[in-house]
């Protein structure tokens, strides 16, 4: 399989933790990695820490795009020389077989409309998330994938379906649950609830032969394990992932940060006994090592990893791409989207 | 000031918890009140509680709605007699100042748009709801107002502008701060971010004398101080505000239930260590206690208690919806909207 090319300039830890990542990576799996960025940073991170020589390159790219930055000011006067658009070029151009980046979301959307190609049929892309949720039945996936969570703000009832399609796709692909549970956001189980779009996305998903659709899922269940995708426009999956990643934070900051601000006998023996429950606090906000998500509705691979990446996150995000390139994702959308 | 109309058989635990809130604030104020509902369970219920004879009545009515019940259905077929109904009609006659009830919230706004009168230039409604989030500035509420919550699916701009004003109005009147903060839930904060009626919405709201516009606001900001008042359409609000309360409620059961399953002494014996910790995160389930929101775009007030309430819960509700009748809510509304 070709390399996995890795925007080494993107995320709040960039370029260190991306290169940690990628180094262990190296290390544990027979992945090839591109690290994409600025050769002159990378060469001695890399040389600092213990990697396999033989499974990383690192190709120069002499800008990167911030955090903060404008994501159309970057994809206007930074497409030529940015780490994140020589990434998705290499794979663009079949030289490496999938792309992650833990950057910018809107420079990661605006890059990947700009570099990849549409899917047939496809008009519009989703970007997915990954959170946690209560699993319910055996061998539920401890996470749920929501999409689209920002790359498209408003949908149409077509729109949704095929976001419910790829999205169950992937995670049939990545993991391997036969018929993931599939469900339509919305405010309230009735079908006729909602807007034109989601009625009509309720009626057409139901009667969709590929798809397990459970039916409407309401605010208060997501954190349920009703459903194992979670499909719903732009705007509202943007608004709940960001609610949820900071919830999950306030429970760390309540275990974590309380206890070290409040620096007393009781508090750090309470936490000791506690300890059963405060780890499931803690799991809440431990997503991040889950590793990233992709942006579906490419003929291309292409992993987001979040901004605050560790590198275990990293190193996650990078396997989590692998497989979807080496499991045949995209043939896989294919066949799916073939069906609609 | 004529009486408040409580819908007593209206809620989870109605009619008991509600004839238990009523006989509260009539020992406690010079409230009024007339309990809505079926004579024959009321009176006893409300005999066997200590209460003040000259502060409430009792109205028959003798249908109810149940918190299942399909809304349309039951504004169809019970119009006529179910306790809701009726007390809504109570304040549109201008026998009683204002209306409450604990009941089917669907039930809740089929009703009122059947029953009360839209104020001047309004054509939609916005169900108001509070949540508890973190007070940064001294004398901030501990709670923010979140509008719509699914009275209206979809919002224009225009929407959402009176949502604001209206938002705005009724936080003033309430909580009596001055200048409440208002911010539009979006994905981001350019103004730019979103669909055209969100940046339509924003732009009228920054040029807008008499409300206190502090721009968008996004998922993770929710449960800050930066907003007192937030605003949105119906389904982004109905599934926000459901995916708080559930969140609420996991805290509570981390501490409440799972210390009851476990029933170890390490569980607690930690618990009774850690009970700083744990009023931080019971109070986040407790806001059912403080009272209701309003239904706003009426000539009338109608404040909708949580299905949940208890008692106390009740009470705040009947206090609240008091205040607001005694205070003006309503020709602070018109003044409101005339300068839009």
Same sequence: chains 1, 2.
Avoid at 39 to 46: C, G, N, S, V
Avoid at 51 to 57: D, K, L, M, Q, S
Avoid at 128 to 157: F, I, K, N
């Amino acid at each position: 399989m070709p390399a996995i090319a890795v925007d080494a300039m993107g995320g709040e830890r960039a370029p260190e933790a991306v290169v940690q990542g990628v180094a262990a990576v190296s290390l544990q799996t027979d992945i090839d990695c591109v690290l994409v960025g600025d050769e002159a940073r990378l060469q001695p991170l890399l040389e600092a820490t213990a990697y396999n020589p033989e499974r990383i390159a690192i190709m120069h790219a002499s800008e990167a795009i911030d955090l903060q930055e404008d994501p159309r000011a970057a994809a206007r006067y930074k497409r030529n020389k940015a780490s994140l658009f020589v990434a998705l070029r290499e794979v663009a151009q079949g030289r490496c077989a999938a792309a992650v980046s833990a950057g910018n979301p809107g420079a990661a959307i605006a890059a990947s409309l700009r570099e990849l190609t549409l899917l047939p049929g496809v008009a519009k892309v989703a970007m997915a998330s990954v959170y946690p949720r209560a699993a319910e039945a055996p061998g539920q996936d401890p996470l749920a994938l929501a999409l689209d969570v920002g790359a498209t703000v408003r949908c149409t009832a077509e729109e949704l379906v095929r976001f419910a399609v790829m999205g169950s796709t992937y995670a049939r692909v990545i993991s391997r649950v036969a018929e993931p549970r599939v469900a339509l956001l919305n405010m309230g189980r009735d079908p006729l609830q909602g807007d034109e779009a989601l009625t009509t996305a309720h009626r057409r998903l139901r009667d969709l032969p590929g798809v397990n659709f459970v039916g409407n899922i309401e605010g208060h269940e997501l954190t349920s394990g009703r459903a194992d995708v979670v499909v719903c426009e732009g705007l509202i999956g943007n608004i709940v992932l960001k609610l949820l990643e900071s919830v999950a934070n306030m429970a760390v900051d309540l275990t974590t940060s309380a206890a070290a601000a409040q620096r007393t006998w009781r508090w750090r023996a309470g936490m000791a006994i506690m300890a059963s429950g405060t780890d499931r606090l803690r799991a809440l906000a431990d997503y991040a090592s889950y590793g990233g998500a992709p942006i579906l509705g490419f003929e291309q691979v292409f992993i987001k990893a979040h901004a605050r990446s560790q590198p275990e996150a990293i190193a996650n995000a990078v396997k989590v791409a692998a497989k979807a390139a080496r499991d045949g994702l995209v043939p896989a959308l294919k066949a799916a989207l073939a069906d609609v």
